[in-house]
């Protein structure tokens, strides 16, 4: 794979998590550093809509008192 285009695949992929809803299970969505922060919190609070994106995250929302303050804040920078 030429470095180019594994740079803009990197680029494409942090990206993608600006403009969509933070979203966390199993690094389908947000940039992988937004996946660490609330991997655990979707783990423990969302473990049946692990593989559903859309339906972690109204789990997360709908957890918002109990996430990690990590969690919490990747919420708060989508304006969530």
């Given at each position: ?15 993608s ?9 199993q ?13 655990r ?11 559903n994106?859309?339906?972690?995250q ?13 969690c ?8 969530m």
């Open positions: 794979m030429s470095r180019k285009f594994l740079l803009a695949t990197i680029t494409l992929t942090a990206l998590g600006l403009s969509s809803p933070p979203a966390l299970a690094g389908h969505m947000g940039t992988q550093q937004e996946q660490n922060a609330c991997s919190d979707a783990s423990r609070f969302c473990r049946k809509d692990l593989g994106d859309g339906a972690v109204s789990c997360l929302q709908a957890n918002r008192a109990k996430l990690s303050k990590a919490s804040k990747v919420f708060q920078s989508h304006g």
